[in-house]
């Protein structure tokens, strides 16, 4: 009796896991689609100007003052961080040098897509999820109005164009916040501070993390457009769009990074 009902639950077990992974093939098939879809319309037609700059709006100027927190506060705990570490070690004068690099290759990039997909994948997904259950959407073809096209396209192109450019404010401001820390609680002067980030100052460094942000938004845009076309069950199912936007947003860009990482580092910009 033991080994039949060990054996109907380990066969259950492997059921259950077979049919996971087969609905996240599917998954990506799905989302494979959406892509080749949005890329249909694109090359076809540009989404409208007024659309786009609303979403530019939404998704970049609104996320801004978040970043600003984040990214100054960043900068303040990677001054505290690497004097930590090179105590007795790396002589504090290169303290400005690790910050910005660390900021510009990793931190500024990735915490940024990991901040505005938090907001606006969620955001997208809530928007979209609720004209999905409320049938707006399929209003929109009734009436001929291509759904991807007025509705994804705009939001997706926003993120992509947007997340580079806040992400050259979150550099920067991460960097100040770790001025600040580093001459008024650390003890490095300006002069060896800004030194220091005129010395190591690389501009492969900049781009690579530039290539990061631009990947990074086009995945919260996809997934929050993603999840809110899949919601299905009324409000219930607008509150599991919206966390699943979040999740493979967040998700989905570490992965990237990664990839990411190894590509621009190893290959690209790979020291001859």
């Not at 997934?223 to 199912?237: I, K, L, N, P, V």
Request: charged fraction near 15%.
């Amino acid at each position: 009796m033991a080994d039949r009902n060990g054996g109907s639950v380990a066969a259950r077990g492997a059921e259950l896991l077979g049919d996971r992974v087969a609905e996240g093939f599917a998954e990506i098939g799905r989302v494979t689609l959406l892509v080749g879809d949005m890329l249909r319309v694109v090359v076809r037609r540009l989404p409208a100007g007024r659309l786009l700059i609303q979403q530019m709006q939404a998704i970049g100027v609104d996320s801004l003052w978040l970043v600003i927190v984040v990214s100054l506060f960043t900068g303040g705990v990677a001054a505290v961080q690497a004097a930590y570490q090179f105590s007795n070690v790396v002589p504090l004068k290169y303290i400005g040098s690790v910050i910005l690099r660390s900021v510009v290759i990793e931190l500024g990039p990735v915490l940024t897509a990991l901040v505005v997909g938090g907001r606006v994948g969620a955001s997208i997904a809530a928007e979209l999820g609720t004209m999905k259950v409320t049938e707006q959407i399929d209003a929109l073809s009734a009436m001929g109005i291509d759904p991807v096209r007025f509705l994804i396209v705009p939001r997706v192109t926003a993120a992509i164009i947007m997340l580079p450019i806040i992400t050259i404010y979150a550099d920067a401001i991460a960097v100040f916040g770790g001025y600040i820390v580093s001459v008024t609680s650390i003890g490095v002067s300006t002069h060896t501070y800004v030194t220091a980030l005129h010395d190591f100052f690389y501009l492969r460094d900049v781009i690579s993390g530039l290539i990061k942000a631009f990947f990074f938004g086009g995945i919260i845009g996809t997934m929050g457009c993603y999840s809110g076309f899949r919601t299905e069950g009324g409000a219930e199912g607008v509150g599991r769009a919206t966390t699943n936007a979040v999740v493979w947003s967040c998700v989905l860009v570490l992965i990237l990074d990664y990839l990411l990482a190894n590509f621009l580092f190893r290959i690209i910009f790979a020291k001859r």
